[in-house]
């Protein structure tokens, strides 16, 4: 995990957008410090743009919407730190957080204190099976998104040798161990198995072992910061093993510290709202800021159309109306026609395959 530590007066500051005076108070909450800040930029940016949007409508039951942003760095206890202050400035509902050691953990405290919760980017079942009915997400879970690469790789790489790594997170592991086992029910039984310590810059010793063994496929449950360096140290020693992984290889960052390493590396992740015709507006308004809204920036959008939707329905703020609404609604959002089962999953279009060429990625063919 990230050892990052930020001192706790300054883990939340406010944003405020529209008036001074503004009532319906919500936030986003992820890591906005830290290797993995890339994500954290892209949840504040679409977060921004919504309330932008909003508040330019009029906002919401006659009040506009104010910001707050937290972050938490992906480290569980700074995450519950950042819960804490959000309760203690009246947040209506969190947009967040990220890692899904982070969203769990807070996930608590926005229980017991009447928050909605709404993550854009926790994939770890464990989130949404606690029993909360104020805990939601906008994007798959890792038994969803395990299987489908382990489907994806029994077919395309056939007879190949599988590597499987993981980083000791949450959100790591799970994914990795739920790959792992719908491979081996496919009959598919990895090479190697090996968990890695996030964070660190030289990875020869694994790089070795994976070269040892002659491994094709490399399956990592990890972030785009570890990935890069791996599959580029890699490349350095001669293994040429194709990369495949789950959301967090969905940044520009992957590529700028893989480089041409990265090239055919796959990952999985939801359909990219960006080429939905119908989102043209509110992409080019975000890149007419200086930023390309990938990854994560229009699942926080999403996601605050989604409650905004749900509480203007319920004509209240009341976290059992909120919850009565948003269990019980389609809404109308930059991700298409969502909703939430009874515990809180969005009703999910599925995973598909992205691949990285040339510093970009496209839906594999």
Same mark, same amino acid.
């Given at each position: 995990?990230?050892?990052?530590?930020?001192?706790? +007066?300054?883990?939340?500051?406010?944003?405020?957008?529209?008036?001074?005076?503004?009532?319906?108070?919500?936030?986003?909450?992820?890591?906005?410090?830290?290797?993995?800040?890339?994500?954290?930029?892209?949840?504040?940016?679409?977060? !921004?743009?919504?309330?932008?949007?909003?508040?330019?409508?009029?906002?919401?039951?006659?009040?506009?919407?104010?910001? #707050?942003?937290?972050?938490?760095?992906? $480290?569980?206890?700074?995450?519950?730190?950042?819960?804490?202050?959000?309760?203690?400035?009246?947040?209506?509902?969190?947009?967040?957080?990220?890692?899904?050691?982070?969203?769990?953990?807070?996930?608590?405290?926005?229980?017991?204190?009447?928050?909605?919760? &709404?993550? @854009?980017?926790?994939?770890?079942?464990? %989130?949404?099976?606690?029993?909360?009915?104020?805990?939601?997400?906008?994007?798959?879970?890792?038994?969803?998104?395990?299987?489908?690469?382990?489907?994806?790789?029994?077919?395309?790489?056939?007879?190949?040798?599988?590597?499987?790594?993981?980083?000791?997170?949450?959100?790591?592991? +799970?994914?990795?161990?739920?790959?792992?086992?719908?491979?081996? #029910? %496919?009959?598919?039984?990895?090479?190697?198995?090996?968990? @890695?310590?996030?964070?660190?810059? $030289? *990875? /020869?010793? %694994?790089?070795?072992?994976?070269?040892?063994?002659? &491994?094709?496929?490399? *399956?990592?449950?990890? *972030?785009?910061?570890?990935?890069?360096?791996?599959?580029?140290?890699?490349?350095?020693?001669?293994? =040429?093993?194709?990369?495949?992984?789950?959301?967090?290889?969905?940044? /520009?960052?992957?590529?700028?510290?893989?480089?041409?390493?990265? $090239?055919?590396?796959?990952?999985?992740?939801?359909?990219?709202?960006?080429?939905?015709?119908?989102?043209?507006?509110?992409?080019?308004?975000?890149?007419? +800021?200086? @930023?390309?809204? !990938?990854?994560?920036?229009?699942?926080?959008?999403?996601?605050?159309?989604?409650?905004?939707?749900?509480?203007?329905?319920?004509?209240?703020?009341?976290?059992?109306?909120?919850?009565?609404?948003?269990?019980?609604?389609?809404?109308?959002?930059?991700?298409?026609?969502?909703?939430?089962?009874?515990?809180?999953?969005?009703?999910?279009?599925?995973?598909?395959?992205? #691949?990285?060429? =040339?510093?970009?990625?496209?839906?594999?063919?």
């Amino acid at each position: 995990m990230l050892k990052t530590t930020l001192c706790a +007066g300054v883990a939340v500051f406010a944003l405020g957008v529209g008036m001074a005076n503004a009532e319906i108070v919500i936030a986003v909450a992820g890591p906005m410090t830290g290797s993995y800040a890339s994500f954290g930029e892209q949840a504040l940016k679409g977060a !921004e743009q919504a309330v932008k949007d909003i508040n330019a409508k009029g906002g919401v039951l006659g009040e506009k919407l104010k910001l #707050e942003v937290g972050d938490d760095a992906c $480290d569980p206890k700074q995450a519950v730190a950042v819960a804490n202050q959000f309760v203690n400035k009246g947040v209506k509902a969190v947009i967040g957080h990220f890692c899904s050691g982070s969203s769990i953990p807070a996930s608590a405290v926005y229980q017991e204190e009447g928050i909605v919760q &709404i993550s @854009y980017g926790s994939t770890n079942p464990k %989130l949404t099976e606690q029993g909360f009915a104020n805990v939601y997400r906008v994007c798959g879970r890792d038994d969803q998104q395990g299987p489908t690469a382990a489907e994806m790789i029994a077919k395309k790489f056939k007879g190949k040798k599988v590597a499987i790594l993981q980083d000791k997170t949450a959100y790591g592991k +799970g994914l990795a161990d739920e790959t792992k086992k719908k491979l081996n #029910e %496919l009959g598919v039984q990895e090479v190697m198995y090996e968990a @890695y310590t996030a964070g660190e810059k $030289d *990875y /020869s010793a %694994l790089v070795t072992k994976l070269k040892q063994a002659n &491994i094709d496929v490399i *399956y990592l449950g990890g *972030y785009h910061s570890e990935g890069g360096l791996i599959i580029r140290q890699a490349k350095e020693q001669g293994l =040429n093993a194709t990369l495949i992984g789950g959301d967090a290889l969905g940044t /520009s960052e992957f590529a700028a510290i893989a480089g041409k390493a990265g $090239d055919g590396t796959l990952f999985s992740f939801n359909p990219d709202p960006r080429k939905d015709p119908a989102n043209k507006k509110v992409v080019e308004a975000i890149r007419a +800021g200086g @930023y390309e809204p !990938e990854g994560y920036t229009l699942y926080t959008y999403g996601a605050i159309q989604a409650y905004t939707q749900a509480i203007a329905a319920a004509k209240s703020t009341k976290v059992a109306d909120a919850n009565k609404a948003m269990h019980g609604m389609t809404f109308d959002t930059v991700l298409g026609k969502v909703g939430f089962d009874a515990k809180g999953d969005m009703k999910a279009p599925g995973f598909v395959f992205y #691949e990285w060429k =040339n510093g970009a990625f496209d839906y594999v063919n």
